[in-house]
Nanobody, 125 residues
């Protein structure tokens, strides 16, 4: 089992920044990808960004490219999401997800076996 714990959400004005953290523990060797998704009430969970433990090019949704940056600290088993130039439409509950797969289907929910409890991000206009 893998446990994922998010932190760093909060309330910020449009144009501001937040940094989310996702700390992984447990059988970390069983996952090779960590990702961020987000969800608003009544909507499906939406892919935001993903990164592999081994490195490589991070992957982003078009809606956040150039504004969000995903990074990892392997020594601390933690993944970060730096969110800049935030917009009201970025308001959502943000979830960390862990999976083990090959290929580039980072946006596919079925690739992820482990999920955190979520952290709320609210961007005011």
């Amino acid at each position: 089992q893998v446990q994922l714990v998010e932190s760093g959400g909060g309330l910020v004005q449009a144009g501001g920044s937040l940094r989310l953290s996702c700390a992984a523990s447990g059988s970390i060797f069983s996952i090779n990808v960590l990702a961020w998704f987000r969800q608003t009430p009544g909507n499906e969970r939406e892919f935001v960004s993903a990164i592999r433990w081994s490195g490589g090019i991070p992957y982003y949704a078009e809606s956040v490219k150039g504004r969000f940056t995903i990074s990892r600290d392997n020594a601390k088993n933690t993944v970060f999401l730096q969110m800049n130039s935030l917009k009201p439409e970025d308001t959502a509950n943000y979830y960390c997800a862990g999976g083990s797969f090959v290929g580039l289907r980072y946006e596919a929910l079925y690739n992820y076996n482990y999920w955190g409890q979520g952290t709320q991000v609210t961007v005011s206009s």
